[in-house]
């Protein structure tokens, strides 16, 4: 096994060894894409949810509505990119990312504070797939892949608006929380 943070060499009488590590890294970067498809589509159910959260500001519920559509075209940008490489979407790891959003939003679900735990998780996701794609595009660089690590290089800036956002909008939703708590203890 070849160490990491190493670059392979060519071996002048293994032409094979070569292309064998060309595929590996497109078989990798096949896997990442199919994990970023299914982390989109996870991520649609998460973004409805605060779209249409009364308790949350309008400037929250926009927000995500708007992030929603970001997020519905990446998820179909990804798939293109995986039909580029002749192959397709896994259902298997779709499913996972839908099944791995949808049990983090059953577990706020009875929570006091569940407006506030979904975005601080928002949040994080939003970093999350900022360093998947940050990731993958370096890997599509890496195998030559130029259009597909531009696609990355093209999601992240949405990705980097809506964590702004959330950022920006944590303080405001925090204090109205904690106002609404006080309310209700007096």
Same mark, same amino acid.
């Given at each position: !096994?070849?160490?990491?943070?190493?670059?392979?060499?060519?071996?002048?009488?293994?032409?094979?060894?070569? &292309?064998?590590?060309?595929?590996?890294?497109?078989?990798?970067?096949?896997?990442?894409?199919?994990?970023?498809?299914? !982390?989109?589509?996870?991520?649609?159910? $998460?973004?409805?949810?605060?779209?249409?959260?009364?308790?949350?500001?309008?400037?929250?519920?926009?927000?995500?509505?708007?992030?929603?559509?970001?997020?519905?075209?990446?998820?179909?940008?990804?798939?293109?990119?995986?039909?580029?490489?002749?192959?397709?979407?896994?259902?298997?790891?779709?499913?996972?990312?839908?099944?791995?959003?949808?049990?983090?939003?059953?577990?706020?679900?009875?929570?006091?504070?569940?407006? +506030?735990?979904?975005?601080?998780?928002?949040?994080?996701? *939003?970093?999350? *797939? +900022?360093?998947?794609?940050?990731?993958?595009?370096?890997? $599509?660089?890496?195998?030559?892949?130029?259009?597909?690590?531009? !696609?990355?290089?093209? +999601?992240?800036?949405?990705?980097?608006?809506?964590?702004?956002?959330?950022?920006? &909008?944590?303080?405001?939703?925090?204090?109205?929380?904690?106002?609404?708590? *006080?309310?209700?203890?007096?």
């Amino acid at each position: !096994m070849q160490r990491r943070h190493t670059t392979p060499q060519a071996s002048t009488s293994s032409r094979s060894t070569l &292309s064998d590590e060309t595929n590996d890294v497109r078989d990798q970067i096949i896997h990442w894409l199919r994990d970023a498809y299914g !982390m989109e589509r996870g991520l649609e159910a $998460a973004l409805e949810k605060q779209a249409n959260n009364e308790d949350l500001s309008r400037t929250v519920r926009d927000r995500a509505a708007r992030h929603l559509g970001e997020t519905r075209r990446h998820a179909e940008d990804v798939k293109s990119a995986l039909q580029s490489l002749d192959t397709d979407t896994s259902a298997l790891k779709t499913g996972v990312g839908v099944l791995a959003q949808a049990s983090k939003g059953m577990t706020t679900k009875f929570a006091r504070d569940e407006e +506030i735990k979904d975005l601080l998780d928002a949040y994080a996701m *939003e970093h999350f *797939e +900022i360093a998947c794609y940050t990731a993958l595009a370096a890997a $599509a660089e890496r195998a030559g892949l130029s259009q597909i690590a531009e !696609m990355c290089r093209r +999601i992240i800036p949405d990705e980097e608006k809506m964590a702004q956002a959330l950022r920006e &909008s944590l303080p405001r939703e925090v204090l109205g929380y904690l106002f609404e708590v *006080e309310a209700k203890e007096r």
